[in-house]
């Protein structure tokens, strides 16, 4: 079943999260607010550069009878991992989980996380000879990534049983998907040369600086270095929250990414646009409908800001306590917060649950 972790507890790895919206959201609409020319160029470069997978699978996959073109409501799949490069066979972990549902209208994004440690109902999935269970959604992908008779595991694969098991818990199919490895998001923070972060409460690093400093980041908004973006969205155990609170500060950062992404920094300079590009194109894997690119994507996504997403927490509590903690259980406001997701309803939801609503 995958490590044992405490209540609250990540992955003893670095969370993933969100280092694959930084390439498949916010890098994917370097097209809007009127960049150059060389812009749309450089993403037509990078329509080969990515990697593309059957993420979804059949069951996972919204229907949208061979149309080319892209229009809302849209439901974003987003899957971070964490390999290790001296184990490059370990099967594969969703630690992190993200959903963007973006507006009929195309301007509004509302994105939410699944808890990695949210005890679910996984089903049979043949392809990887899994019988079928019950336990940690971050342990899905593993079941999932098993290759009968081969010691290489599938992320395809693995990613085809995660959304299988979002299915049967929110009740929705995607419209394409992403998944992300460490290296693209510390990457990208670096091309982008860090980004603006505002820190909402004291939090101090349980990692030690290279001089063997304690490193506490106290409230307020400031530029920070990739080194330090990375370290402080890893940061749990010293929070009263734990993961909870550092999904919220993982949410914060991507809406942070996305306006330094889409600042005229950025898409205004043709090298660093380009760095940029090719910091997130070799850690990436997408999975999007026949026909259709990455940049009909970033066109198409043009009016989608950094302060046009709402970002919600779903809150949960543990199940069982020390050694007999078996993982995390939705709070039964989630299931109205996926029933608004289903109906389009996410305004009205976000108007009478604003203590549900992460800020940025």
Request: glycine content about 10%.
């Amino acid at each position: 079943m995958g490590s044992e972790v405490r209540r609250g507890a990540g992955s003893a790895r670095s969370p993933l999260w969100a280092r694959l919206f930084v390439v498949f959201g916010a890098v994917l609409m370097f097209a809007s607010g009127g960049a150059l020319v060389t812009g749309q160029l450089l993403l037509n470069r990078y329509n080969g550069a990515v990697q593309t997978g059957n993420l979804l699978g059949d069951a996972g996959r919204k229907a949208n009878d061979g149309r080319v073109a892209i229009t809302g409501p849209l439901n974003i799949l987003m899957i971070g991992v964490d390999p290790r490069p001296d184990n490059p066979d370990e099967p594969p972990h969703s630690d992190s989980i993200m959903i963007m549902h973006v507006a009929k209208e195309m301007n509004r994004g509302y994105l939410f996380s699944i808890p990695r440690d949210t005890v679910v109902d996984i089903p049979r999935f043949a392809p990887a000879g899994y019988e079928g269970g019950r336990g940690k959604i971050t342990d899905a992908m593993a079941f999932g990534s098993h290759v009968p008779n081969s010691p290489h595991p599938s992320r395809e694969q693995g990613a085809q049983l995660v959304t299988l098991v979002l299915k049967q818990l929110i009740g929705i199919t995607f419209d394409a998907a992403a998944i992300i490895d460490f290296s693209g998001f510390q990457n990208v923070v670096h091309a982008l040369g860090g980004v603006y972060m505002c820190v909402d409460v004291r939090t101090e690093s349980i990692h030690k600086t290279k001089d063997n400093k304690t490193h506490v980041y106290e409230p307020g908004c400031r530029h920070m270095e990739a080194w330090e973006v990375l370290d402080y969205v890893r940061q749990r155990k010293t929070l009263p929250g734990g993961d909870y609170d550092r999904q919220r500060h993982q949410q914060q950062f991507i809406k942070a990414m996305m306006k330094q992404a889409t600042s005229s920094d950025v898409i205004t300079n043709p090298a660093k646009l380009d760095a940029v590009i090719k910091a997130g194109a070799g850690s990436l894997t997408v999975d999007l409908p026949p026909g259709q690119k990455v940049s009909d994507w970033a066109f198409s996504l043009r009016n989608l800001k950094g302060d046009s997403v709402l970002m919600f927490k779903i809150p949960g509590s543990g199940i069982g306590v020390g050694d007999g903690y078996e993982g995390e259980k939705l709070d039964p406001v989630a299931e109205d917060l996926f029933r608004a997701v289903r109906e389009e309803r996410l305004d009205e939801f976000a108007a009478t649950h604003q203590d549900l609503v992460n800020q940025g």
